[in-house]
């Protein structure tokens, strides 16, 4: 599910919602991984939270410059402590 009322258009919104994912303060269940991706049918980018099966349980669309500049904080983790 991609909510199209959220855009994330920096680096620092994109980590705070990496923090949120990882610190379980979105309520989401089963959350195994997060990954930048584009939407197949629009090649819109935006960030995905996926299940242990792969499957999106949430997704936030992003800027170009997130999806292009966001790689390393999604792979790595964000930096900041929760």
Request: charged share 25%.
């Amino acid at each position: 599910m991609i909510d199209d009322k959220e855009l994330i258009s920096t680096l620092d919104e994109l980590e705070a919602f990496l923090q949120l994912v990882e610190s379980g303060g979105l309520g989401l269940n089963n959350a195994a991984g997060v990954a930048l991706a584009t939407n197949n049918s629009n090649g819109r980018p935006f960030v995905a939270v996926l299940d242990d099966n792969h499957q999106l349980i949430l997704g936030r669309w992003v800027t170009q410059e997130v999806f292009d500049n966001g790689k390393d904080l999604v792979r790595q983790g964000p930096k900041k402590a929760h």
